[in-house]
């Protein structure tokens, strides 16, 4: 991560006393923030997939590490092994094979014939192992030629700085180079885990994927392994405890010793001699009494005598190895942040929803949709936080719809700030409009986390169709440099459409960082149900944004026709937007009074509900710049409702829908809509066969096909892996139904029943 990048470049520069100071200021500051969540990670005690238990039966395992740092610390190794000798333990020590110190031949094999081990520690110990992929595989050939020259099997990075998948590249039984929870550490993303498990050769941990027995190598092998153990630590260090957060006393370790053993995990500590002070030694700043260890190694001793398996790292890599222990995949921590009122806001709904649902925790930053609703909530798993109201969207000039996205960028920016701080996302997902939204994730963009740019709506023809604005307008031509800026900001790209996508993949010259996924229609929520309505009313609805690409205008006007031959007649507009006021004030002066209803917008499930008793929906859009290749979402939930739909000819919807599904009108022709609803209301017969084809194309394009799709996404982003572009065929071509109405299918001869 960047800042990573910037720090080990200047820190050589800095000196040391300054920079204690600086990590101690950070530290507890950090420590107020995330006094709840360490140092015990609440789910971390949940066991992996099929856990055989510890060995002999014992409750728990306790492995003791040391990362030996410089000539001082190297100088403390046999007082270190007499101290744990005493009371009964072993441990490893990790050694930099090409740091400020030389790590002679006598010493490894002393460490050895004492019966402890000897790892590697980074290769120079200077932050930068893991910088570029091109630098790690340069050192990468250095440290397997230490781990062969050695004959040692384990690493550990220095900072614990990691990538799972690169780590592979080493000849190595096992790495020690992550966590169960640290905020205080350089790369503070955990495995919120207190056991060990295998980490398989494609890099992802698979849980309850165990590669066949046959497949593994021998440990003496010099070529490819089929993976690795991966040892967290889950004590917190000692110069964490003792030197940033200055305890005195071990009351930590003791703490987090007892909820480890009460869960039958791993206690595994990292202690460095180069911070112990034995008593005939000078007090520092930097070290603290080697009492303070002895204490936990006889706190341990004593209390779970004969109960704890007191394994040296090698070991219990061979235990993993044999087991194969799937890793207990670790909630994500992600943020969506819409300019929107959520709950009226399917597509990030399903999102959230489908994040939610496995187990990760999921916040969404929004806006409030009334006065009465609190400012958080929780939808299932799901956090709700509402930044700022907006009761309506009526702006009507431009600077008069900037300053509200200008203060909700603001406001967004703040609370990923203060909150990334406390307990890092491992991925933020931004909704446009508009798109510099996107910049709401700049500090944890910055500190490692990965970013999604999700386009709703293509912006400069958004903003050219909603203001009347030239498309070649100075106004819109800075747009689109905003929507190159936006996009190069952002890790990956998902767009809404086919259409779109080609527009923004050639206008922003991306490459492989753009998926498409439509937006598919939530079949929880938008089936096929019984009518509750019996008022004798012929009722046609639009549900949506109330802005003048939508055409609700032309809707208008061609209800008065259709009034005048259909007198029980009713067109009810759920929805808000500039437009609202002009459409109200259109309806009186056609004296459409009673004839058309306006309503709020509803959440997604009170308006499926209404959707569904409807006779009939429509879809007037406007076929500009805009309204031309922007997808209705609303035409697919219509059709999952059993509910016949007119729709307006653009290129859009005539790409992803043939004509025996909807009833397609001439776009901006009032006489034309006018004739395609009368047809529609009078010919039951023609109704049911729309209803009957357009349940069957649902039944192939919903969004529990794609569900999967983006979890995968989500998953190979926060991995460091280069995610798979998904662009799917256009369902159209990849389904298709015939062109006609007279098309028989079993839903179709279903829904005629």
Not at 91 to 118: D, H, K, M, T
Not at 386 to 412: C, D, I, M, N, W
Not at 741 to 753: D, Q, V
Request: charged letters at 25%; glycine letters at 6%.
């Amino acid at each position: 991560m960047l800042r990573n990048r910037l720090y080990y470049s200047v820190k050589p520069l800095v000196p040391l006393p300054l920079r204690f100071a600086i990590r101690q200021w950070f530290a507890l500051r950090k420590l107020r923030a995330v006094g709840d969540i360490w140092p015990i990670m609440p789910g971390s005690e949940l066991q992996p997939q099929d856990w055989p238990g510890w060995p002999e039966g014992k409750r728990f395992a306790l492995v003791l590490t040391h990362d030996v740092e410089g000539q001082g610390g190297l100088d403390k190794i046999t007082r270190l092994m007499e101290l744990e000798i005493q009371l009964g333990f072993r441990s490893a020590f990790n050694l930099i094979p090409e740091g400020s110190y030389r790590v002679s031949r006598e010493l490894r094999a002393q460490i050895e014939a004492a019966g402890f081990e000897v790892g590697i520690h980074d290769l120079y110990h200077d932050g930068k192992l893991f910088l570029t992929r091109s630098q790690f595989n340069r050192r990468a050939v250095r440290i397997n030629h230490h781990l062969k020259d050695w004959a040692v099997t384990g690493f550990r990075s220095g900072f614990m700085l990691h990538n799972l998948d690169w780590i592979h590249d080493l000849q190595v039984a096992y790495d020690a180079s992550t966590f169960d929870t640290d905020p205080f550490e350089p790369q503070p993303h955990g495995q919120n885990t207190i056991f060990p498990f295998w980490v398989s050769r494609n890099g992802k941990p698979r849980a309850g994927v165990a590669p066949a027995a046959s497949a593994r190598a021998p440990e003496s092998s010099t070529g490819p392994r089929p993976g690795y153990a991966e040892l967290p630590y889950t004590l917190p260090q000692d110069s964490t405890l003792f030197l940033l957060l200055k305890e005195r006393h071990p009351d930590i370790w003791y703490q987090k010793l007892d909820w480890i053993a009460r869960h039958g995990g791993m206690a595994l500590v990292n202690v460095h001699p180069d911070y112990m002070r034995f008593p005939d030694e000078r007090d520092t700043p930097h070290t603290y009494p080697a009492d303070c260890y002895r204490q936990f190694l006889d706190y341990a001793r004593q209390k779970y005598k004969d109960t704890f398996w007191q394994p040296l790292p090698r070991e219990l890599a061979a235990f993993v190895a044999r087991q194969r222990i799937p890793m207990r995949r670790a909630p994500r921590r992600i943020a969506m942040v819409t300019h929107s009122h959520i709950l009226s806001d399917a597509r990030v709904l399903r999102y959230a929803e489908a994040l939610a649902q496995r187990g990760d925790q999921v916040d969404v930053l929004a806006l409030r949709r009334s006065r009465e609703v609190p400012t958080h909530e929780t939808l299932g798993n799901i956090r709700l936080i509402y930044l700022q109201p907006r009761y309506g969207k009526t702006e009507k000039s431009p600077l008069s719809h900037l300053f509200p996205v200008l203060r909700f960028l603001a406001s967004s920016s703040f609370w990923l700030l203060r909150e990334h701080r406390r307990r890092p996302y491992d991925l933020l997902h931004i909704h446009n409009v508009p798109d510099f939204l996107v910049f709401a994730a700049w500090y944890p963009r910055l500190t490692g986390a990965k970013v999604i740019l999700d386009i709703h709506d293509i912006v400069p023809e958004f903003y050219a169709s909603k203001f009347g604005t030239r498309p070649g307008a100075p106004a819109v031509r800075l747009l689109k440099i905003i929507e190159r800026v936006s996009a190069a900001f952002a890790n990956h790209i998902i767009i809404s459409n086919h259409c779109w996508r080609d527009t923004y993949v050639a206008r922003n010259h991306l490459s492989g960082a753009c998926s498409v996924f439509i937006n598919n229609v939530d079949s929880r929520v938008f089936y096929l149900r019984p009518r509750t309505r019996h008022d004798g009313k012929i009722v046609v609805i639009f549900p949506g944004g109330l802005q003048w690409h939508q055409g609700l205008d032309l809707a208008i006007r061609a209800f008065r026709q259709v009034r005048s031959q259909i007198p029980n007649a009713e067109l009810h507009i759920y929805g808000d937007g500039n437009m609202k006021n002009r459409l109200v004030q259109l309806a009186a002066e056609l004296e459409l009074h009673g004839a058309v209803r306006f309503f709020d917008p509803l959440p997604i499930r009170q308006i499926a509900e209404i959707m569904a008793n409807a006779d009939l929906g429509v879809v007037p859009k406007r076929a500009d710049s805009f309204g031309n290749e922007a997808y209705s979402t609303k035409i697919m939930e219509f059709m999952s409702l059993g509910v016949p739909v007119v729709v307006s000819r653009t290129r859009i919807d005539r790409l992803y829908f043939p004509d025996s599904t909807v009833r397609f009108f001439e776009s901006g022709n009032v006489e034309a809509l006018t004739e395609a609803l009368l047809e529609v209301i009078q010919d039951p017969e023609r109704r049911r066969r729309f209803i009957a084809n357009g349940l069957e194309y649902v039944a192939r394009h919903n969004w529990e096909s794609r569900r999967e799709a983006y979890l995968a996404l989500v998953d190979a982003l926060i991995s460091g892996q280069p995610p798979a572009q998904v662009v799917p065929p256009d369902p159209f071509d990849q389904h298709p139904l015939p062109q006609t109405e007279e098309a028989r299918s079993p839903a179709r001869e279903l829904a005629l029943k």
